[in-house]
């Protein structure tokens, strides 16, 4: 099943923060982050696990509730190259594919 | 390393004709991952190989074969191209499950008049 996204997009001015969340309706195992930039490939961001590991290289962070089945993504003092398609994909336990959100639009403005 | 390498970029089909969607990775990933992205739909999965020599159906397999000819090279072919299969078709690779990241490959953008 798809996972939500919310919201479907957002615009902001340099420096601002941003949330993005990623909801399932079914137990996670893993939740995964992408940016997508017009015409280009998505690149990954991070991945958080169930047990808390997160693993990630970008200076963006993100918080995975198990219990809600949730995962947030925060972006804190927003540059110009935020810009993009941001999308969460979910795994369930034993589910070796993900499952991609429809994605949320950021448009970081000076 | 080049990563993820797909061929070709762009493509025009008529209907009913067929091609294949070329990828490989140099990265020794062992599971690999045939999506679409549609407007709107975000990424679908279309078919995946978890190991070399094992293939499996993801969300939208339909119109679609693939064959995973070694563990560098997975490809995607469609027999009896379709309007509805006008899409961008991105191949992806990771060490593992999906504990592990995906990378993807440039995209193919394929236009089926």
């Known amino acids: 099943q798809q996972p939500v996204q919310s919201p479907q997009a957002v615009i902001l001015r340099e420096g601002e923060d941003a949330v993005i969340n990623c909801s399932s309706s079914?137990?996670?195992?893993?939740v995964h982050w992408y940016r997508q930039k017009h015409g280009e490939a998505p690149v990954f961001l991070m991945i958080?696990?169930?047990?808390?590991e997160q693993k990630g290289h970008e200076k963006i962070s993100a918080s995975f509730n198990e219990k809600k089945q949730q995962s947030s993504l925060y972006l804190t003092a927003s540059q110009l190259s935020y810009s993009g398609t941001y999308f969460c994909?979910?795994?369930?336990?034993?589910?070796?594919?993900?499952?991609f959100g429809t994605g949320t639009r950021l448009t970081i403005i000076p | 390393n080049a990563g993820v390498t797909q061929t070709p970029k762009f493509q025009v089909l008529k209907t009913g004709q067929s091609m294949t969607l070329q990828c490989a990775q140099d990265m020794n990933h062992n599971s690999m991952y045939w999506y679409r992205q549609d407007p709107g739909m975000g990424l679908r999965l279309i078919y995946y190989?978890?190991?070399?020599?094992?293939?499996d159906k993801g969300e939208v397999p339909n119109g679609y074969n693939v064959s995973r000819l070694n563990k560098r090279e997975f490809s995607l072919r469609l027999e009896s191209a379709a309007p509805s299969q006008t899409s961008v078709y991105f191949c992806?690779?990771?060490?593992?499950?999906?504990?592990?990241?995906?990378?993807f490959g440039p995209g193919t953008r394929l236009t089926v008049t």
């Open positions: 190989s978890a190991s070399e020599g094992t293939t």
């Open positions: 079914k137990a996670l195992y893993s």
């Open positions: 992806a690779s990771s060490r593992g499950d999906t504990s592990y990241e995906q990378y």
């Open positions: 958080l696990l169930k047990g808390g």
């Open positions: 994909g979910t795994a369930n336990f034993g589910n070796e594919k993900l499952t």
